[in-house]
C-alpha cells in the first residue's frame, strides 16, 4: 500500500488558487499529503491552470516567518509575500493532511554571494556561488537552525530536504554556456570543490588534497588549451578510471558524500523525533550519481529515516529500473518514497502513470509523490486520479 501520497507544490500557486480550493482538489486527487515549498531558489515556470502562466520566484527565499535570533552569520531571506500572508501557516491550519516542508538547502545564490568564502570553489579557486558547501561549519550551522526553525514553529508533518551537498557543475544558471562540447569527465573534474573548508577536512582524513588539487588543475588546463574533445561514451569510462585508479580521488569522493551524511544527521538529530525527514539525495539521472554530489543512498537513509528519490525518466520501465536499483543499494524500502513526473518530459499518458505506480507499489515503495501542482495541466492531474484509485483506503 502507498500509504504516502503527496504532491509538490508552491506557495504562490497555492495562494493564487485559494488556500481552501486548492486543498479541496489536492484531496479529490487521492492524496494524503501535501509537500509546500518553504525555501526555494530562482526559476522561470509555466502554469498551465493559471491566468498568469509565467512565473519568477524570488531568488533564494523562505516562504515561512523564520526566527531570526536563531541564526548567526548565514540567515535566511524572507520572500516578500510573507509580509503580507504566511501561506505556509495558513495550509497547516487549514488542512487535513499532513503538510510536509520542502526546504532546498544549499542551492541560494543570493546567500552565496552574501558569503563567497563559504561556496564551493574549483581547482582554480573558482567560486560557485549558486552553492554553498557543506563542509563549511557555517554553511552547516544555517542548514541546521532552518530545519529547526520551522519544524519548531509550525506544525508540519516534516520536512523534505532538497540540495544537502555538492551541486554538479552544470546546474542550469542563468545563461550557463560554453563552446565546448561537455563530457562527464570535465564536468566532473570542474565540480570538485577544493575550498579551505575541504581542503582541511578532507586532509584531516590522511588525504593529499594538496596533490589532489594540483593534478585537478593541471588536467582541466590541459584540457581545455587542448584540440581534442572527448566523446561522451569515451570520457565516462575515463572517469570511472580516474575514480578507480586514483586513491586520493576515490577517498576525497567517499569523504564528500561522509560530510553530506553528517550534515543530514544533524539536520534529523534538531527535528522531533515524531516528525518525517526526508532527503531528495539528487535530481540527477539516473539516482545511482547522486554519489558525486556527496550523497550515499544507504547512509542518507539510514541517517534521515526516509529518501524521496526523483524518477524522472521517459518511459515507465526506466522509471521502475530506477527504484530496483536503489531498492538493491538500500538493501530494501525501507523509508523510500519516489517522485514522478505524469507529463511531459516523462510520463504522457494515464497508462504509463498507472503502470509506474502499480510496479512500485508492487515492489514495496512506502509512498509516491507527484511533481508538480502548479505546472501539471488538468488532464494530468486526472492521471494521478486514475493511478492511486486502487490505492485509497
Known amino acids: 500500500m502507498l500509504n504516502y501520497r503527496s504532491i509538490y507544490t508552491y506557495p504562490w500557486d497555492l495562494a493564487e488558487r485559494g488556500i481552501d480550493d ?14 509546500v515549498s518553504a525555501s526555494y531558489h530562482a526559476g522561470k515556470f509555466l502554469r498551465p491552470r493559471s491566468s498568469s502562466p ?8 523562505v516562504y515561512f516567518r523564520h526566527d531570526p535570533s536563531r541564526y548567526g ?11 503580507e500572508r504566511d501561506i ?17 538547502l544549499l542551492h541560494n545564490t543570493p546567500l552565496g554571494l552574501q558569503n563567497l568564502t563559504e561556496c564551493v570553489a574549483n ?29 519548531t514553529n509550525y506544525p508540519v508533518a516534516g520536512i523534505t530536504l532538497e540540495s ?4 554538479s557543475f552544470y546546474h542550469g544558471f542563468h545563461h550557463e554556456f ?37 593534478q585537478t588543475r593541471k588536467w582541466i588546463a590541459d584540457y581545455l588549451n587542448g584540440e581534442v574533445d572527448y566523446p561522451e561514451d569515451m570520457a565516462e569510462s575515463f572517469w570511472l578510471a580516474d575514480v578507480v585508479t586514483d586513491r586520493e580521488l576515490s577517498e576525497f569522493l567517499n569523504w564528500r558524500c561522509q560530510v553530506v551524511t553528517s550534515l543530514v544527521a544533524e539536520v534529523r538529530s534538531v527535528v522531533a523525533n515524531h516528525l518525517s525527514v526526508a532527503v531528495i ?41 530506477d527504484f530496483v536499483d536503489v531498492r538493491r543499494r538500500l538493501g530494501g524500502t525501507k523509508g523510500l518514497r519516489c517522485i514522478i513526473r505524469p507529463s511531459s518530459p516523462d510520463l504522457n499518458s494515464a497508462s504509463e502513470v498507472k503502470q509506474v505506480v502499480s510496479s512500485i507499489a508492487a515492489l514495496g515503495a512506502e509512498g509516491i509523490s507527484f511533481y508538480n501542482w502548479g505546472f501539471l495541466r488538468q488532464h494530468n492531474l486526472q492521471y494521478i486520479v486514475e493511478a492511486l484509485h486502487e490505492y485509497i483506503p
Not at 54 to 61: A, K, R
Not at 164 to 167: I, R
Not at 185 to 210: V, Y
Open 123 to 151: 581547482a582554480f579557486g573558482d567560486r560557485y556561488i549558486y552553492n554553498l558547501c557543506p563542509s563549511s561549519s557555517y554553511v552547516r550551522e544555517f542548514a541546521v537552525n532552518l530545519a529547526a526553525d520551522v519544524t
Open 178 to 214: 560554453n563552446l565546448l562540447q561537455p563530457n562527464r569527465w570535465l564536468e566532473n573534474l570542474l565540480g570538485l570543490c577544493f575550498c579551505k573548508n575541504c581542503r582541511e577536512g578532507a586532509g584531516r582524513k590522511g588525504i593529499d588534497t594538496s596533490r589532489l588539487k594540483a
Open 164 to 167: 544537502p551537498g555538492f551541486a
Open 281 to 321: 539525495p539528487s535530481v540527477g539521472r539516473p539516482t545511482a550519481n547522486a554519489w558525486f554530489e556527496g550523497s550515499h543512498l544507504a547512509d542518507l537513509q539510514q541517517a534521515a529515516g526516509a529518501l524521496e528519490i526523483c524518477l524522472y525518466e521517459p518511459t515507465w520501465k526506466r522509471v521502475v529500473a
Open 73 to 83: 552569520r548565514i540567515a535566511p531571506i524572507p520572500n516578500s509575500m510573507v509580509a
Open 88 to 104: 505556509l501557516g495558513e495550509v497547516v491550519q487549514s488542512s487535513d493532511i499532513a503538510v510536509h516542508a520542502w526546504l532546498v
Open 22 to 35: 486548492s486543498l479541496a482538489e489536492i484531496r479529490d486527487l487521492g492524496l494524503n499529503a501535501l509537500t
Open 54 to 61: 509565467v512565473y519568477f520566484p524570488e531568488d533564494g527565499t
